[in-house]
């Protein structure tokens, strides 16, 4: 499944700039290879060169779909990759997690998109003329407001 969503980020990155998905092939191999060396240390260095990626083809001014996708993308593929070296490392690598990978994957794409969509809502919003202080504070206000709700 990791390998699957670093796939997807570098196909995302892919309608930026050659540079970025090029520099997103080569997080997915590194990521790859972290798998298959059960290798926290490299999977790390996959993570960095995929936000690397993401900096260089937002900087292209894509617009916000193909970033955030990207985005979605890589964090999940680094995520899967954590969650599936630290259950080697607990149950072993003969036992059959699977269950447990889909329920822990499903749940972060679950908050990975949410926290997209408000940042899509952000850009919306800000592209359309209003002034950033405005976004912010409505914001914060819709914060305030859930955190009141809550109590």
């Known amino acids: 499944m990791s390998l699957s969503a670093a796939s997807l980020a570098t196909l ?9 998905a090029a520099g997103a092939l080569v997080a997915t191999v590194i990521l790859a290879a972290s798998l298959v060396r059960s290798s926290r240390r490299v999977l790390d260095v996959a993570g960095g060169l995929f936000f690397l990626s993401l900096v260089v083809g937002g900087m292209s001014g894509p617009g916000a779909e193909p ?8 964090i999940l593929a680094w995520d899967l990759g954590e969650n599936a070296l630290s259950v080697g490392d607990h149950l072993g690598r003969e036992t059959d997690t699977t269950r447990l990978e889909l329920v ?3 749940a972060t794409l679950l908050v990975l998109t949410v926290g997209a969509g408000v940042v899509y809502g ?6 359309g003329g209003q002034p950033i202080a405005a976004v912010v504070l409505l914001l914060l206000g819709a914060v305030a407001l859930v955190s009141v709700v809550r109590r």
Not at 12 to 20: G, K, N, P, Q, Y
Not at 67 to 74: G, K, M, R, V
């Open 67 to 74: 970033i955030l996708l990207a985005a979605i993308a890589s």
């Open 104 to 106: 822990h994957a499903a």
């Open 12 to 20: 995302a990155l892919a309608f930026t700039t050659t540079m970025a």
């Open 122 to 127: 952000v850009d919306a919003v800000a592209s």
